[in-house]
């Protein structure tokens, strides 16, 4: 009697299975046409059930073919079947950019069965087609938050015990009745090629043609859960524990696994061409019992990155540029450029290219290029991400790489604000005004001040977004370099023959206003506190990866080695003559206004606030040079305005009266 039932158990989750395959089609067409019909989850259902098909087909095409003929007359069957029906449904997807090539890998699959190529072959095709296909269709594959599996033994003893054996073995009561058999989870090398995801799917979908039916009906953090435990049978629990040993020790596995996403996806067979097949193995099993861990950046960083990057290319290819524009610009934003500052001391060559690359892709979207050229682009910037996992991987040099960050920040940055603020403090001293000096220190003083405020502000009141970071540096250098341009040419003006001392007769005094001294006042406090807020947008980024003490280390050398610029500078200026003076600081403050116009035009497109306008060109961050049109065009503006002064400057000095001697 209980074998009938059993019997009877199977067959109707069999037909069931079987009703979903076939008339899962017309089921779909029905919910279209109703009023509540979702179209987005009718094609998240579409799509997910063609990449079950054609991960089953990479998974199983093993037990159909071996050496050229088929060992299996029924398995083989099957694959051709599920290859044929993943083709068919590949072509009634929407219509969208690359599906062509989709439909070309399906016929590719379909031609290597056919003449029965070897299972490696067959499932490098399939897994490349599966990609392929959530690259073209995105679809959620990692659960919001790492699985809880205190429950999974009892979820799994309570759904899939009965068919697949309380310990995995496929060897079930109800599952001896079943053709084919239940799977046994304990057969490491099916479990080798199996991801967490695809069990879900399985878990989720069920499976044509077998007795396993869908569980849609449990939750889908149980599902999840079900996923993890399930795709563990095969490990033993010393293997755990050596994963747990390897995973805290071992930095490249640790980048090898950089969030819940990765995990999720990743199967053992992946993962053994990255750290070897003894390390994958243990690693796989120890995430697999503790998901959690490898969660640790989904709040920030490059999980941010990859995550807005991911949802960008699907708001592209749904017709909406414009959220693509924004969320590309928040993967950049809010996840990149927080790593910015350390990267920067381990590889400023992969930041370059980053930066490029992301311009690159914000161009494609602002020129309304086709899906796959936004597809291959995320797909460049995706490795590129992988190798700032790489390269941002905890080191032995940790500790050296945070003291250079930290000291180079502080020194690149002061020095600009520096020029501005020695060059004024100069000019006021050989003038003799020194009166208006306590102007230009409470401006510099302040703009510390106000930038410890903002520091304070953004860590603890509210959250200030990467796009106004970028507007406040961008804005408050085109201020600063239309000041410098125009204090440039005015001294310039004044180091020509005979101009500093009619400037001197015509009483410095009576020149310098209260006017002049309130603007003196607010040009230290932009141009240093443009550096100060960018410093400490740094020092944070700094400070989260850890190496406290050599960040100090690295702040208080920085602070000596300012000291040390800042009097060279300003005993350098006192021993000029006033007109060399004039005259030095004229072509310092003039460069520093090319320097200035180019960071705060690149600032402003980086953004947002200008489209990016990337061209075949070097770039030289420290003179404010970029791969930029605009940027560059900017600079070349402030150019031709500094040669025009100039030329004007040298011709009235020509034609003016000779002065007669102080």
Known sequence: ????????????????????????????????????????????????????????????????????????????????????????????????????????????????????????????????????????????????????????????????????????RGDGETGAHLDPPPIDFTDHARARVRSAYALYEVITQGVADTGMASFDVLPEDQRWALAFYVGNMSAAPELSAAGEKLWQDNAAARTAIPDLATLTAVTEEKLAAVVGADQARALTAYLRTAPAVADRPAKGGLAIARARLAESVKAYQAGDAAAAGSLALSSYLDGFEPVEALLR?????????????????????????????????????????????????????????????????????????????????????????????????????????????????????????GASREATEGFAALFAAVILLAVGIWMHQKSLAGRWQAYLKERISSALSKRSAWFLFGLAFVAVYREVFETILFYIALWARGNVGAILGGFLAGVAALVVITIVMLRTSKRLPISQFFGLSSALVAILAVVLAGKGIAALQEGGYLPPSIVDFPRFEVLGVYPSLYSLLAQLAVIVVIVAGYLYNTHSAANDPPKAAA
């Not at 019909?37 to 094609?43: F, K, W």
């Open 345 to 465: 001391t381990r590889n400023s060559d992969l930041l370059v290219r980053v930066e490029t690359a992301m311009g690159e892709y914000r161009t494609r979207i602002a020129a309304g290029a086709p899906a796959a050229d936004i597809i291959a682009q995320a797909g460049v910037l995706r490795g590129l991400f992988d190798a700032t996992d790489t390269a941002l991987a905890p080191s032995a040099d940790d500790g050296s790489a945070a003291f250079v960050g930290a000291f180079t920040i502080l020194v690149r940055e002061g020095v600009e604000a520096l020029l501005v603020v020695v060059a004024m403090i100069g000019f006021l001293t050989k003038v003799d005004r020194r009166d208006v000096l306590p102007y230009v220190h409470g401006g510099w003083a302040l703009a510390l001040v106000a930038g410890l405020a903002t520091w304070a502000l953004a860590a603890y009141a509210f959250d200030i977004d």
């Open 1 to 168: 009697m209980r074998a009938q039932a059993a019997s009877l158990f199977c067959r109707t989750a069999v037909l069931l299975a079987l009703a979903a395959a076939v008339f899962g089609a017309d089921v779909a067409r029905a919910q279209d046409a109703a009023p509540v019909a979702d179209p987005t989850a009718t094609l998240t259902t579409d799509v997910r059930q063609i990449w079950q098909l054609v991960d089953y087909i990479a998974v199983d095409y093993v037990e159909a073919v071996a050496d050229g003929a088929i060992k299996n007359e029924g398995e083989y069957a099957e694959m051709t079947e599920f290859a044929a029906t993943a083709r068919t449904r590949l072509a009634s997807l929407p219509a969208r950019d690359g599906q062509a090539g989709l439909l070309t890998q399906a016929d590719a699959l379909q031609a290597a069965i056919a003449n029965r190529a070897s299972p490696p072959e067959v499932a490098q095709l399939a897994n490349t087609l599966s990609a392929a296909l959530i690259g073209l269709y995105p679809i959620p594959v990692a659960p919001a938050k790492a699985p809880d599996l205190t429950a999974a033994a009892a979820l799994y003893r309570d759904h899939c015990g009965a068919c697949h054996g309380m310990e995995g």
